[in-house]
T-cell receptor
């Protein structure tokens, strides 16, 4: 079946603007994760959803970052008042069940550039 | 957060050679994973390890979960050009919801 999809694939915005990044997980996967990958680094955890609720948002860097998953499927990562340091690839992953038992499958990412 | 040290940072090898890379952690993990990432793509899982001492193969790839639970290695035998990419180790502590990734090993295979 289809894998994790993310839109847009690229997003260029100006400092101070608001952006939304979308993730469509694999159908039937209850767990969804957002990671951020800076150039030359491995992905860093941002937030984890189990169903509709954010079970762990300990990786969000500050209150400009927010994510929702209102129907337990598609998720949107929202960044307010973007800063140049927010430039990175934002990866979404999903797993069938919880994080301790099931493999996380990653999408291709959204490359965000803040000018 | 957890610190994962992955080495080497990059490797240039001839096609047909074997490759070895490793990852060490400052703390214990319950799960070790190895991913490969190609340009413009997300990481793709290669091998998952769940028990200390476990040795697992996937085709030409072999990975081991260290006895101390603080390290893992990945070997690739008889490399081919399509092995090119960045290889990441990732670890998951017990009870954690997320993965902690290493900084990656960039592999270049010269035909």
């Amino acid at each position: 079946g289809a894998g994790v999809s993310q839109t847009p694939s690229n997003k260029v915005t100006e400092k101070g603007k608001y952006v939304e990044l979308r993730c469509d997980p694999i159908s039937g996967h209850t767990a969804l994760y957002w990671y951020r990958q800076s150039l030359g680094q491995g992905p860093e955890f941002l937030i984890y959803f189990q169903g509709t609720g954010a079970a762990d948002d300990s990786g969000l860097p500050n209150d400009r970052f927010f994510a929702v998953r209102p129907e337990g499927s598609v998720s949107t990562l929202k960044i307010q008042r973007t800063e140049r340091g927010d430039s990175a690839v934002y990866l979404c992953a999903s797993s069938l069940g919880g994080p301790s038992t099931d493999t996380q499958y990653f999408g291709p990412g959204t490359r965000l550039t803040v000018l | 957060g957890q610190q994962l040290n992955q080495s080497p940072q990059s490797m240039f090898i001839q096609e047909g050679e074997d490759v070895s890379m490793n990852c060490t952690s400052s703390s214990i993990f319950n799960t070790w994973l190895w991913y490969k990432q190609e340009p413009g793509e997300g990481p793709v899982l290669l091998i998952a390890l769940y028990k200390a001492g476990e040795l697992t193969s996937n085709g030409r790839l072999t990975a081991q979960f260290g006895i101390t639970r603080k390290d893992s290695f990945l070997n690739i035998s008889a490399s081919i050009p399509s092995d090119v990419g960045i290889y990441f180790c990732a670890g998951q502590p017990g009870g954690a919801n997320n993965l902690f990734f290493g900084t990656g090993t960039r592999l270049t295979v010269i035909p």
